[in-house]
């Protein structure tokens, strides 16, 4: 009997085994296909390829808006996927094993035959409702709380701050409200948008409509004059309209002319009771049904305007660095996130990197990057407005999948450069004296490539400065630094020598350039250093102002003035040894910085600049040193 039992459940077990064979080969022919569902909000069609799919296979997510109307963003509401972007309106997923659900959101066209182009901000804008103005949240709590039990909602909404128009009458003015921690600040009106490169190209290229609101402050600067002595046309400066948020909290600026549009609603800011003890889940109702009211969207379009909980941006911005031949970062750039008069500021560290917590951002929000911080300024020809780039909408799919945010085009690589070198003049240790502008200096990227002058340093009675830099020498970044930073050593022994007008004017035009060219040549090749270049030979210069191999005692012109004097008291690069006899017999290296620096501060002409050389170096060495320029300054 035992022995039957043994038997029969060895038969129950090898059947059992026949069966779960047969089985699992039949699951592996017939594998489970979960489903993606795909529903359109608003005016288009979406699709899903495949609209059913094993786990692990891609699904290929499509949009086609209909006319008039444009994609805005996919958002998942089951299953747990991750989305990849595509350059166009397509994402793609790795399907999980459950079913999935998503939604794709479409919109009205932005109004591109209403757009008017704002001169001073440089950017096309067109028409587009602040939904946190207060009378608007208002609106959508009587829209939330119609029918239900909840109350009149509007009664505890109040004004966090009041949106502004600033006036400024002076560049410092205009400063002064920039740099106000707890205000921020747009240049072109809360109920408009900025577009993009790619929009306004699309714009009718017979519109020639421009935004006409205007600062009647208009800023004249009548003698400024340049490091070659020319006295320019007298400059005037249109300021521009400050667009402000202002917390109700804070003193009105009433030293300065403003305006008050309205009131203003930001629920990051409120304290109210009333309303958060209905929960952060209603806030984002209420704020999503004000951003719907606002910016027209269908009532199903629900998901165009929710905030981006959870979600993290990180990454870098950089340039390309044609010597090293390697992604150099660009630090401290500032990134803007703005729906009307909601607007969310962060700035790259040190080393370019970014790192985004998104939760307070509406996806509808535009975002900007930025080129100003408090010790510099970078704007275009004409304006004192920072320059920045309309990147799009929060939503824009290659800003959310990149974990790199190159600075890509031209215009930018060429404004990046520049960048890069302010920030390293203002913020890394070198032996040059980091002076600042009570204001910050102002440098402006002149798009010009075909100039006669690579920068220029200017200056004025009154004590106003800025750099311009041309659009030379794009691809080489080590050129382009140079040329900021020989005016920047303008800039340095304008406020040696006192940083007045009638000091620098007055110093010898040699001294003026070959302080600069040190400073150019230095900042350059220190920089390089640390990146851990190293020369192909001795007398190479990455700066292009060492000026060694341009400069001879008979060298005439403008030309002249651009010497190696300071830069061959320092270097160890004898250039007569290299070229020939010709060249400056420099046999002197290694004097400390501190002694040019008491020449710019004390010097101008060539007879003090000598007498100060002489304290520190014996008098044979020196004055075979001095030769070649004793013998320029006889030819003048």
């Given at each position: 009997m035992t022995t039957m039992r043994c038997f029969l459940f060895a038969v129950a077990v090898a059947v059992c085994a026949v069966m779960a064979s047969s089985c699992a080969k039949e699951c592996e022919n017939n594998p489970r296909l979960y489903t993606v569902t795909v529903t359109a909000e608003g005016n288009g069609i979406c699709t899903a390829d495949p609209a059913e799919a094993e786990a692990g296979m891609t699904v290929t997510l499509t949009a086609?808006?209909?006319?008039?109307?444009?994609f805005n963003m996919w958002t998942v509401i089951g299953g747990d996927v991750e989305l990849i972007y595509g350059e166009d309106d397509s994402a793609t997923f790795t399907m999980p094993a459950e079913d999935v659900a998503i939604t794709a959101a479409f919109i009205a066209e932005k109004p591109l035959s209403e757009a008017l182009y704002h001169e001073l901000a440089g950017v096309w804008i067109v028409p587009q409702n602040d939904p946190y103005a207060l009378e608007n949240f208002r609106a959508a709590a009587?829209?939330?709380?119609?029918?239900?039990?909840?109350?009149?909602?509007?009664?505890?909404?109040?004004?966090?701050?009041?949106?502004?128009?600033?006036?400024?009458?002076?560049?410092?003015?205009?400063?002064?409200?920039?740099?106000?921690?707890?205000?921020?600040?747009?240049?072109?009106?809360?109920?408009?948008?900025?577009?993009?490169?790619?929009?306004?190209?699309?714009?009718?290229?017979?519109?020639?409509?421009?935004?006409?609101?205007?600062?009647?402050?208009?800023?004249?600067?009548?003698?400024?004059?340049n490091v070659e002595g020319e006295v320019g046309d007298a400059v005037s400066l249109a300021m521009p309209i400050l667009y402000a948020v202002w917390p109700v909290g804070k003193p009105l600026p009433s030293d300065m002319d403003y305006e008050i549009e309205y009131e203003v609603f930001l629920p990051s800011s409120s304290s109210s009771v009333g309303i958060w003890s209905r929960g952060g889940e209603w806030m984002r109702e209420l704020e999503q049904e004000a951003i719907r009211l606002a910016l027209g969207?269908?009532?199903?379009?629900?998901?165009?305007?929710?905030?981006?909980?959870?979600?993290?941006?990180?990454?870098?911005?950089?340039?390309?660095?044609?010597?090293?031949?390697?992604?150099?970062?660009?630090?401290?750039?500032?990134?803007?996130?703005?729906?009307?008069?909601?607007?969310?500021?962060?700035?790259?560290?040190?080393?370019?990197?970014?790192?985004?917590?998104?939760?307070?951002?509406?996806?509808?929000?535009?975002?900007?990057?930025m080129f100003y911080n408090p010790k510099w300024k970078l704007?275009?020809?004409?304006?004192?407005?920072?320059?920045?780039?309309?990147?799009?909408?929060?939503?824009?799919?290659?800003?959310?999948?990149?974990?790199?945010?190159?600075?890509?085009?031209?215009?930018?690589?060429?404004?990046?450069?520049?960048?890069?070198?302010?920030?390293y003049f203002y913020y890394k240790p070198h032996q040059i004296q980091k002076w600042e502008d009570t204001n910050g200096i102002r440098v402006i990227a002149n798009n010009d490539a075909n100039a006669s002058y690579k920068g220029m340093f200017s200056y004025n009675s009154m004590g106003a400065c800025y750099i311009t830099i041309y659009r030379h020498d794009i691809s080489d970044t080590n050129i382009l630094s140079g040329s900021l930073f020989h005016e920047l050593g303008h800039f340095v022994h304008y406020k040696e020598c006192g940083g007045t007008y009638a000091t620098f004017s007055k110093i010898d035009r040699l001294l003026q350039e070959s302080f600069a060219n040190y400073v150019g040549w230095y900042m350059v090749e220190k920089y390089y250093?640390?990146?851990?270049?190293?020369?192909?030979?001795?007398?190479?210069?990455?700066?292009?102002?060492?000026?060694?191999?341009?400069?001879?005692?008979?060298?005439?012109g403008d030309r002249g003035y651009y010497s190696p004097l300071f830069v061959d008291l320092v270097d160890n690069f004898n250039q007569a040894t290299y070229f020939g006899s010709s060249y400056n017999n420099d046999e002197l290296k290694g004097l400390h910085y501190s002694i040019i620096r008491e020449i710019a501060e004390k010097s101008a002409d060539w007879a003090s600049c000598k007498s100060i050389l002489g304290k520190h170096i014996p008098a044979v060495e020196l004055e075979a040193f001095l030769a070649p320029y004793e013998a320029w300054y006889a030819k003048r």
């Open positions: 086609t808006p209909d006319e008039g109307h444009a009587r829209n939330l709380s119609s029918g239900t039990e909840r109350g009149d909602l509007e009664d505890v909404l109040y004004a966090t701050h009041y949106a502004l128009r600033i006036f400024p009458k002076n560049e410092a003015e205009q400063w002064k409200i920039e740099l106000m921690p707890d205000v921020r600040v747009l240049y072109i009106p809360f109920n408009y948008v900025g577009l993009t490169e790619r929009e306004a190209q699309a714009i009718d290229p017979a519109n020639k409509g421009r935004f006409t609101d205007s600062n009647p402050n208009v800023v004249f600067y009548d003698d400024m004059r969207y269908p009532a199903t379009v629900r998901t165009a305007s929710a905030t981006m909980t959870g979600a993290t941006l990180t990454g870098e911005f950089w340039v390309w660095d044609a010597v090293k031949a390697i992604k150099v970062p660009v630090p401290r750039i500032k990134m803007r996130f703005y729906l009307g008069s909601n607007i969310v500021e962060t700035e790259a560290d040190a080393d370019g990197a970014f790192s985004v917590a998104t939760a307070a951002i509406p996806a509808a929000a535009s975002w900007d990057i704007t275009r020809e004409g304006s004192t407005v920072p320059k920045y780039f309309i990147q799009g909408t929060v939503y824009q799919k290659a800003f959310w999948s990149s974990t790199n945010s190159h600075i890509s085009t031209t215009i930018q690589a060429f404004d990046a450069t520049l960048i890069k070198a302010l920030d250093t640390e990146l851990g270049y190293v020369k192909i030979n001795p007398g190479e210069d990455l700066s292009g102002q060492a000026a060694q191999t341009s400069w001879r005692s008979t060298t005439s």
